[in-house]
């Protein structure tokens, strides 16, 4: 069975850090490109992040700089380490596992970062 499961949102003041974790069961992240999502209250979900099964990483604009995805293929866990943090970045962040050679499609069920003085 194949699980996704965010943890490490909170909150946090700004210019403040966190560091979401993404543990995936039921497959091998290295199989896979793992990307994470967000969206914030009255917005569309958006890409954030991805790194793919080579180590290649690209980031959405607003981000670049200040976030960093990275891959630890021993736990089976994708991060998201977010400095810098401003308050546009509150939202429910989500993890994504694509393995298009075998249309393969994955979500997590979230986790919250809030933003705020």
């Known amino acids: 069975q194949v699980q996704l499961v965010e943890s490490g949102g909170g909150l946090v003041q700004p210019g403040g850090s966190l560091r979401l974790s993404c543990a995936a069961s039921g497959f091998t992240i290295s199989t896979a490109f793992m990307k994470w999502y967000r969206q914030a209250p009255g917005k569309e979900r958006e890409f954030v992040a991805i790194?793919?099964?080579?180590?290649?990483?690209n980031y959405a604009e607003s981000v670049k700089g200040r976030f960093t995805i990275s891959r630890d293929n021993a736990e089976n866990t994708v991060y998201l380490q977010m400095n810098s943090l401003k308050p546009e970045d509150t939202a429910v962040y989500y993890c994504k596992a694509d393995r298009p050679f075998f249309a393969q499609y994955y979500w997590g069920k979230g986790t919250l970062v809030t933003v705020s003085s």
């Open positions: 790194v793919t099964n080579t180590g290649y990483t």
